[in-house]
């Protein structure tokens, strides 16, 4: 078991000693991420403009959304898709899944050490322009912030199990570029990242509801600020639950029909 994960710990630790070493996209992504995140708050600022609420959404609560909203976004950053799409195009993927170590647990594990270097790279600056120029945003409670983050582990693994299923449609369709750009846009539209679904029509959002987008970030973002009901909660994480388990079902039984598929064709 330790040999096992030994090698998934040094893909981890390599992915962060390289992500350390592209410090110009670093700053482009705290620029981008910071324009974002203050024209956002600017817009909510601008639209409860003499009014203290609006459908019981207090304009503090907005602020706070926005600022967090930004740092999830930098946390559910993935690349599974570029390298599954990557090594399909150059013709290696039959040769990686060859290899002593599950080829997809790799690239879960370089996007995990990705991420535990944007959140010394890109969070904490985001958190500090944030609090700077927006105001610090504090959690509803110590209670929902335990909860928040409960939410946000399952968040993560919904989001990069559908980056993982989207990537292995390079199998088919060897160009994935433009629709990764499509989906990720889509994705930010749909999930409450932008706006809350709050403010959107009652047969929209139910919709929303059973889709697992919203489960991305309108959900943990509920739970931070504090914006749920006992039974709306419990609704929410059951159904966060029910959509994880759902797509690691489907990506492991898709894993093992694309290394059959291999075996049979021969790369």
Known sequence: MKDRLGKYIFVYRNQILKSFTYKFKVYGNILTQTIIMIA????????????????????????????????????LMTNVE???????????????????????????????????????QNLIPILIIGTIFIGFPAPASVGDFFLFLASLILAYIINWVMAALFGMLAFSI??????????????????????????????????LECLPFVYLYQMPLNIYVGQYTTESLIKGLSIQMAWAVALLLIYAWRQKSIGKKLMVQGG
């Open 174 to 207: 060897v160009e994935l570029d433009a629709l990764i750009q499509v989906k990720k846009h889509l994705i930010r539209l749909l999930s409450g990242s932008i706006i809350p679904i709050w403010f959107m029509p009652l047969w929209f959002k139910n919709i």
């Open 40 to 75: 956002s708050a600017f817009f909510w600022k601008a639209l409860y403009r003499g009014t203290d609420s609006v459908m019981g959404v207090s304009v503090e609560t907005m602020l706070t959304y926005t600022v967090v909203s930004s740092m999830i976004s930098i946390l």
């Open 82 to 120: 570029r390298r599954i799409q990557n090594s399909v195009r150059k013709g290696t993927i039959a040769v990686d899944m060859m290899r002593p170590m599950n080829v997809f647990r790799g690239y879960l594990a370089e996007d995990l050490g990705n991420m535990t270097a944007l959140i010394f």
